[in-house]
């Protein structure tokens, strides 16, 4: 992490982001349309209805997550080498992949072509195109890094997320072969148990890069190459490996999934908790300040971890999960970890690099705070009311005597109005934050123009 | 304190041959062997891709929340309410327009699902060590 090299310039890297900020913002603009489709059930029925606005909003911030963590960790690469990435051709490459891929993508939703399985709702052929982008993404990482010996452990989280996510992504299309696909149950336990590593994989790249920035924050690497820090690696790449099993407790699958996964996910307690420990007695008040809008963006996430952590753990316990399954309770649990968790800390990791890359360029200080709270207050309340809405329908999953689907629907009312409201406020805040980004790159570019 | 380097390598192995094991064996040993669909079933379990079923409901409680879970709505309620349902949408589910083939062919997935087992969480009874059965 030499000054020399953090101040590189870094165009592709910052491609990614401009496109990720752009399906940031689009994405929310989707989920506030699904969300009016709660407040007001049938609603463009017959035009644009909720099976083509879910995926829109579904693979665009899906997307976001993706393109925004693989600039992440283009830049910080970089930055921990010293070099520049082995091919930035490769990475510019890439880059172009995946945007016309995704563009491909949102407009087959748009006329209504899907493949129709969860989160990767788009026809399997556009697989294709995201495999062979993350092969190149693979080449480069290790090509850059050239060998494991002595690497702090966020080079090998990266290696890992990599790995991981190239393996569950193609292990999710099984389901094109017969023998997976002709019983709904092998079917399932095949979705679910990629699925569930796959989240584990992005969540390795997005906590490398945490870790990579905390100790950039700190000054000090020790931590990346503490004993602790593989120990909670490995912890942490078990449970990718073998926690899947709580995504499925009520399927009739083999019992062993589900009794591994169980035991295998109480172990996430120790893993967490300890990593925010450790990060946040290894910081100094005034380095903080020195970084203070990225450290901002951490906090925030930390809080989130702890919220979502809380949540997980009591969800992979079976005998809780049968309540809380099929309800809004896994979603508020999604969104606390795909928003409060992720979003912030990509937030976090953009706002450092754009600030090594504009040195020139402050962000606007005011919008910056505004969204900053606008969104941290929006989303306590939209999952807040997930929650009320999952209580409430998990008792009526419950009840001896069942009311009609639809009349529970109508009870659940009040909570989709304030999910509906809040997701708009939450919308608004990201919005600010987005717009400071933007602008200060355009104008930053603008400044290099100028020159 | 550090980490041993190759602790480091043998860790990394030793997880990897477990998972690639455990892979392994659950693609071979798939958990049902017995029952497999009818082309019918297989053609609705195609129709229900494409139409994104999915965004809006949900089978074991996975997919959407719009609408209801499907997974025993065939013995819940039989064919000809289905087909009803199929035929003319609800105010809230599009009407997908679908010929009597079609809507046959969901029906044999339905059907399909719902042999596989239940989705109602209060069919299973809970232990104190948070295991269900």
Redesign the interface.
Known sequence: MTEQSSKQKQPVAIFFFTAALILFATGMLWGIMGAL??VF??LL??TF????I??LHVSSVVFWIILSAIGSVASFLQQHTGRKIYSPRLLRIQFFIFCITIILILCSYLMG??????YW?FHPVFAIPIVIGWILFLINMLRSIRH???QPVYI?MWCTGIVFFLFTFLESYLWLF?????????D???Q??SYGSMVGSWNMLIYGSSIFLLDKISGSQRYS???IA??LY?LG??NL??NWGH????????SF???IG?LVSMTELILLGRIIYLWKSSLSTAKKQYHLLAYRFLLAADIWILLTLILAIAMS???????T??T?IT?AHTMGATIGINSFLILAFITDIFKDQFPAVKPSLKFFNAGYWIANIALFIFWVSLVGAGILKAQW??S?HQIP?GSMMQQLHPYFIVFFVSGILLTIGFLFIIFVLLRQQRNACKQTGEK | MVFPEKSKLLLVILLLVGFITYTGFIYKDLPVTTSHATSAAMEGKALWQQKNCNACHQVYGLGGYLGPDLTNVFSKRGPAYISAFLKNGTPVMPNFHFTQTEIDALLAYLKNIDHSGTADPRKFTKHYDGTIE
Do not use: C, D
């Open positions: 489709s709660y059930p049938g029925k017959s209805s909720f099976e083509k879910r995926p072509k899907f493949g129709g399985r969860e709702e494991f010996k002595k090998w017969p023998y997976f696909r002709n019983n709904i149950v092998n399932m336990t095949i679910w148990k190459y503490s004993r593989f120990l490995f790449l078990f490996m073998f995504h499925i407790y009520t399927l009739p699958t083999h999934i589900k009794h169980y316990v079976p005998a809780i999960n049968v309540y399954h099929g809004h979603v999953q419950m001896e689907f």
